[in-house]
């Protein structure tokens, strides 16, 4: 088995909301609510939901750029949240994040030469001397032309400059890549030479990724394990394969059925099951299952007792659901009520 | 089966003809729409795809006449119900925009009214084009609500725009949108914006509404899914041209210009593991419109381009199943290799 290289454990993110006379905290956001997993060395594990899940939450919380409320973070055996400011940065040598949006992830008055020196200078990788050869060779390796380092931002396309981004991560030789929704923004025939660039970068740096995105299309051609959030807290998880071929949780059933497959005679049908309703708020999440409120096939049960990541006998290991009835629904005892 | 030849037994509700949309600079012209043909067919759906900067929102606007300086409608015509619209005034424009012909936007919290209740927004169109009175089209107004599936409507009705959530907006803009029975709806990107689940349901919204009503649809979208799911038509654009125009089962079964072929490639899917195989990109990206290829537009970024691609650009031309095309390999004038393989399936 792979080395652990992240561990989470009960992460806790909650967002103090400010209010009355005295500006008391009167209530919290949950945007992350007691969540636990572990990524593996040379793995890309993603991170997938729907806006307010709190997907984005966890990648931020994991690199400390919000403190997390509670919980644990561990990175090659280290507690991430017990370290000072200072050991915090000296460590993001080895955590690095890719943004979603380049523009504005990028300081557009520098050039991509001082973008990338200002990186390797404050984590001082490589010595001065070799930091213009560094910079080449970093631009070759993902794909633009060493030329260009001296152009700004607004010079390079969207697609190159999520380049840019992802030269900026690799230039302080990380072991860890948060990617968040780093490939969305851009259009399908750019979207996939990035996708194909990241992968072959993992393939040569040998990186660990954690891939947080809300594609599931992107996700299954990245991933070799898959995490589905609902509302701050885990609903299921597990290889990339079970998740997508077997689903277990009602809502990963729907949110699979949901997407709009680009072919208009697929060979297998699925049937779709249109979920009623928005996300209830963060702030009052609701009792027991926090999807009952739109799951079909939600009981009393559902609506009182918190249902936890638990594996059933005909499932792969290391794929589990947060669903009282996943067996009842495998086998066609428990119906849906609608 | 439909077959795209039906378009001309349909009689169809909207044709536009060589449409041509340009933004001018100090420098520079440029032809965000270059000539633009199709035909939307009485209660069908036709979608537009494309990629940033393709030209498909410039067309939806262009046909009601909403393009703003420095921009401007060069040519063509936009002939709706036997009309061009192209011709009609200011005045007349006014009477079709929100009666006839609807659009709805990409992010509805920027195109509705902040200081308005939604009442009062879809009031407005009642008001303005059926004459109603204010309590008259406010009673409507709740009706509509109704039929786009918001519950508890007459309260929904007094709220503004920022009490409701993202998916409630875009059915608040469906119901203004189809509040005077329009013949035509332009859909511009209508969920691009919202989540998997929440797009599911106003996609089904739309096909109800549409089965219902028997209103004609233009979905612009850049999402091949969406197109699948609810178009019977499709026009690929790429620089300001269509490409292909072709029913849509055609498209996806057996795309031809090898532009389309890139993007159904291109794109990741959830229902298809690919195991560790590559995916298949489009080289290069879409040059800037100032830098305009003299021949083909997607000649620089084309696996098969040959001399001909790159000096003279093809017609767009209707082959035998009715379905358009504009590639050079399709021609008898193609002078590359004489058997190419575009899609898996052999032209020759």
Redesign the interface.
Known sequence: MAKELLKVTDLKQYFPIKGGMLGRTINNVKAVDGISFTVYEGETVSIVG??GCGKSTTGRAILRLDEPTSGQVEFNGEDLLSLSKRQMRAKRKDLQIIFQDPYASINPRQTVRQVLEEALQIQNVVPKSERDAKIAELMEVVGLGAHQADRFPHEF????RQRIGIARALSVDPKLIIADEAVSAL???????V??LM?KLQREFGLTYLFIS?????????SDRVIVMYLGKIVEMGD??SI?DNPQHPYTK?????????????EKK?E?I??QG??PSPIDPPSGCRFHTRCPFATEKCKVDVPELRAEDYMKEGHVGACHYMKEIEEGTHKPNY | MTKATDTLIEEPILEIRNLQTSFFTDKFEVKAVDGVNFAVPKGKTLGIVG??GSGKSITSLSILRLIQNPGKVKGGEVIFKGENLLDKTEAQMRQIRGNEISMIFQEPMTSLNPVYTVGQQISESFQIHQKMSKKEAMLRSVEMLKLVGIPSPERRVKQYPHEL?G??RQRVMIAMALACDPELLIADEPTTAL???????I??LMKDLQNRLGMSIIMIT?????????CDYVAVMYMGKVVEYAA??DL??HPKHPYTV???N?????????EDE?????KG??PSPADMPKGCRFAPRCPFASEICRERLPDLEESEDGNQIRCWIYTDEWDGEPEVNVNGERTS
């Open positions: 729907e806006s396309s969207g697609g190159q259009d399908v025939s750019i979207q996939a030479q996708i194909n992968k809300h594609d599931l299309g992107v996700v299954r051609h990245i990339k394969k997508f729907a949110l699979l059925s949901a997407i709009p497959v680009p072919d208009p005679e697929p699925q779709r249109i979920l928005d996300v | 990629e940033s959530s998916g409630m989540d998997v689940t929440i797009q599911a349901q996609l089904e850049h999402d091949l899914g969406v197109v699948a799911e609810t849509v089962k996806f079964k890139g993007l159904l291109s794109l990741p899917r959830h229902d298809i593991d690919l590559e995916l298949q990109v489009i990206s879409v």
